[in-house]
């Protein structure tokens, strides 16, 4: 019998206690639709408390969604972005940017899944030649597709390069609450303090059930036109205005309310300290990134790949280089990762 768990991707986590009891709390009588109720204010009003009183906070619900319309609010059809080769508007969405935005994505070398200045300064060229798409925006992923975190500093040194050339910074944060954690900073101060832009901010891995929203920062911006002022219709457009928003909206609210976002963090991601902990033991296992989040990724013996599936569900990352992924969740116990690592152990070293 397979267990309850797996750890295969904090998606196939169950929703928060919490969380379900606002859906429950939300489920009584009627509320006009499309936002236009009172959970949806009073989620738009916890944001606000995050990430500023001027944040335009627009609720959505998949995160493929949140990061194509936050592009395509900041971009033209003859833009470009510029992304980690490994990012997942580039590996992982089916071509859904390129298809919505009409951009070209740039992808560049990320060791660690991280861009750096000089990586993206190496394809930031044509500018204002006819011939070229024109580099529009940095897009980073926060925590990153290998579980690794962009430091303060990194960020900063990314939005001071963007700025400066007057393009955008995009932050897909489909993880950003384990990464603010795992980085001991507020929501405000691991993305709107270090220069992001627009922000897709994810509510599903961390508890939620299909909640996502996309926040934009700088109202004021000296060049080009407020990227979120006619955004309401891109969102319709992108069909992801939902008719009874305020069950989205009252998931993102409970997230947002008595630190709920940074427990479930913190708890995926002590736990997933503990997977390596655990299978750091396990001689002929290397652990391939540094651990800064929820996620482990590890290289394991081929043929234990197999074996090991057939009790517990989880993903390869890299076939060629048998490198697997392992991924904690808010809900994920001590017990779940001692029994996966002694079963594991058991395969691996056998």
Not at 29 to 40: E, L, M, N, R, S
Not at 219 to 239: I, T
Not at 253 to 267: E, P, S, V
Request: a negative charge; hydrophobic letters at 40%.
């Amino acid at each position: 019998m397979k267990p309850i768990r797996s750890f295969a991707s904090d998606n196939n986590a169950g929703v928060h206690p919490e969380i379900l009891k606002a859906i429950a709390t939300a489920n009584h009588g009627h509320a006009v639709g499309y936002g236009d109720d009172p959970c949806t204010d009073a989620a738009l009003a916890r944001f606000r408390e995050h990430f500023g009183d001027d944040a335009k906070v627009f609720v959505v619900f998949n995160g493929t969604a949140a990061n194509c319309l936050g592009l395509q609010a900041l971009t033209h059809s003859y833009d470009a972005v510029i992304c980690a080769e490994g990012a997942h508007i580039y590996v992982d969405e089916c071509g859904a940017p390129e298809r919505l935005t009409g951009c070209k994505l740039i992808p560049v070398p990320a060791p660690e899944g991280k861009l750096t200045v000089g990586a993206v300064s190496h394809v930031y060229h044509g500018i204002g030649d006819q011939h070229h798409v024109q580099p529009r925006v940095i897009s980073i992923t926060q925590a990153t597709e290998v579980g690794t975190v962009y430091q303060p500093d990194e960020i900063k040194a990314l939005s001071h390069f963007a700025h400066e050339r007057k393009i955008f910074l995009h932050m897909d944060g489909a993880r950003i609450s384990n990464a603010a954690v795992s980085s001991g900073l507020t929501l405000r101060q691991a993305t709107r303090d270090l220069g992001v832009d627009v922000l897709s901010f994810g509510g599903t891995k961390n508890g939620a059930m299909g909640a996502e929203a996309i926040v934009f920062f700088d109202q004021k911006l000296e060049y080009g036109e407020n990227p979120s002022r006619d955004f309401r219709f891109l969102r319709k457009q992108g069909m992801q205005l939902s008719s009874k928003m305020r069950f989205v909206s009252a998931q993102l609210g409970a997230l947002l309310t008595d630190d709920l976002w940074r427990k479930n963090a913190q708890h995926s991601n002590a736990m997933a300290r503990l997977l390596e902990q655990e299978l750091r033991k396990i001689p002929a296992l290397k652990i391939m990134h540094p651990v800064e989040a929820n996620g482990v990724f590890a290289q394991i013996p081929k043929a234990a790949i197999a074996r090991i599936q057939e009790r517990y569900f989880f993903y390869v990352w890299n076939e060629e280089e048998s490198v697997v992924r392992w991924m904690c969740s808010f809900d994920t116990t001590e017990d779940d990762v001692r029994a996966f690592v002694r079963f594991a152990a058991g395969i691996i070293g056998a």
